[in-house]
């Protein structure tokens, strides 16, 4: 029913619900850890690849900042006992290449350090995809391409910018009252540049 949305990044809390503002209308995904470090949230578009899944008493939809993680995502919610939730929590722990790396080695260990899998899961899960692997995608981490972004080390500032989305603050207003205070020399953890920017933003 949905492929994709394009929108801005409205909300982003720390337990990956965002809520996408495309062109006026607000749409709530769920978002893995991997898509939720690599969205922007500057006001600029972004473009996430959607996977509706119905049931009885809701509808979900859930976001991906690649194409390799929706196929990821599609392939383990097909394996017997594996929902969407343990789906997700599989992608935010392992991420795309390391989940390949698991089902071709057949290293049901990795797949068992994930929240809510256990041994038989983990089992299921390797001997289902093993031979599937090749239907997800690599994910590059060339330099300079988005992958590459998010292995590197968050920044005080950066996280300070996450934090005040989180608590429900815009992303523009929140990255000018973060930019506001980095000029201070006495700012230096995320914590201080939480509290030096909230007084920002409540005046």
Do not use: W
């Amino acid at each position: 029913m949905y492929d994709f949305f394009r929108g801005a990044v409205a909300n982003l809390d720390n337990q990956g619900n965002c809520c996408l503002d495309v062109n006026g209308v607000g749409y709530l995904l769920r978002v893995s850890e991997y898509t939720r470090r690599a969205l922007p949230l500057d006001g600029s578009p972004a473009l996430l690849h959607a996977r509706l899944v119905v049931r009885d008493d809701e509808m979900l939809l859930f976001g991906f900042y690649d194409a390799a993680e929706r196929a990821a995502f599609d392939l383990l919610t097909g394996v017997q006992g594996v929902g969407p939730s343990v789906a997700l929590a599989v992608l935010s722990t392992l991420g795309v290449n390391d989940l390949r790396r698991a089902l071709q080695t057949k290293e049901a260990a990795t797949l068992r350090k994930v929240k809510g899998v256990g041994a038989k899961s983990a089992e299921r899960m390797v001997l289902e995809l093993a031979d599937k692997v090749d239907r997800i995608p690599t994910v590059a981490a060339e330099p300079g391409s988005e992958a590459a972004t998010l292995t590197q080390p968050s920044t005080p500032r950066s996280e300070a910018h996450r934090a005040l989305i989180a608590l429900g603050f815009n992303p523009r207003e929140s990255e000018q009252a973060v930019a506001e205070v980095e000029t201070s020399d006495e700012v230096e953890t995320s914590e201080q540049f939480v509290r030096a920017a909230l007084s920002i933003l409540r005046r």
